[in-house]
């Protein structure tokens, strides 16, 4: 009963991390793992671990592309992508310390100031910068929501996997 009570909240508290920019896909496959350590791997065998870990996998590789691409698809350079992404991960560390959304409004204004500044700094144009910044927001949304199905898929297939007898 332990091992079921610490991977529902692996699992729970992987949904709630992910909207605020944390990792919150691999607490969830830690999660995984660590029940099927647990319980000798009887229902969470490698093949579900391997299921978990690959998507946790596109989830990561979907942030990375959905963020570069929406901030282009706004008008944006791919210089303005990596301001995207760079803007997002250093936003995101830099709102750790406020509590609980600290990170989230961090991932987002980054996103947007850094495809922003990054677009700007290529064409010296501001309402291409602005456009290219508003992609970025976009983007952040789309990751978000991306991410959270993600989750939702990991939480269904581990807990399938953690309650078949």
Same mark, same amino acid.
């Given at each position: 009963?332990? !091992?079921?009570?610490?991977?529902?909240?692996?699992?729970?508290?992987?949904?709630?991390?992910? !909207?605020?920019? /944390? !990792?919150?896909?691999?607490?969830?496959?830690l999660g995984v793992i660590g029940y099927g350590w647990l319980t000798g791997f009887q229902t969470v065998t490698a093949t579900i671990i391997g299921i978990v870990l690959a998507l946790?996998?596109?989830?990561?590789?979907?942030?990375?592309?959905?963020? +570069?691409?929406?901030?282009?698809?706004?008008?944006?350079?791919?210089?303005?992508?990596?301001?995207?992404?760079?803007?997002?991960?250093?936003?995101? /560390?830099?709102?750790?310390?406020? !509590?609980?959304?600290?990170?989230?409004?961090?991932? *987002?204004?980054?996103?947007?100031?850094?495809?922003?500044? *990054?677009?700007?700094?290529?064409?010296?144009?501001?309402?291409?910068?602005?456009?290219?910044?508003?992609?970025?927001?976009?983007?952040?949304?789309?990751?978000?929501?991306?991410?959270?199905?993600?989750?939702?898929?990991?939480?269904?297939?581990?807990? +399938?996997?953690?309650?078949?007898?």
């Open positions: 009963m332990l !091992p079921l009570l610490g991977l529902a909240l692996c699992l729970l508290a992987g949904l709630v991390l992910i !909207p605020l920019g /944390l !990792p919150g896909l691999w607490v969830m496959a946790a996998l596109v989830g990561e590789f979907v942030e990375w592309w959905l963020g +570069y691409r929406l901030a282009q698809r706004y008008g944006g350079s791919r210089r303005a992508g990596w301001g995207a992404l760079l803007g997002g991960l250093v936003g995101a /560390l830099a709102g750790v310390p406020v !509590p609980i959304i600290g990170s989230m409004i961090g991932a *987002f204004a980054g996103a947007a100031a850094g495809a922003a500044l *990054f677009e700007f700094t290529r064409s010296r144009d501001t309402a291409g910068a602005v456009r290219a910044g508003w992609g970025a927001i976009v983007g952040r949304v789309a990751v978000t929501t991306a991410k959270v199905g993600i989750g939702i898929a990991i939480t269904v297939i581990a807990g +399938y996997a953690a309650l078949r007898s």
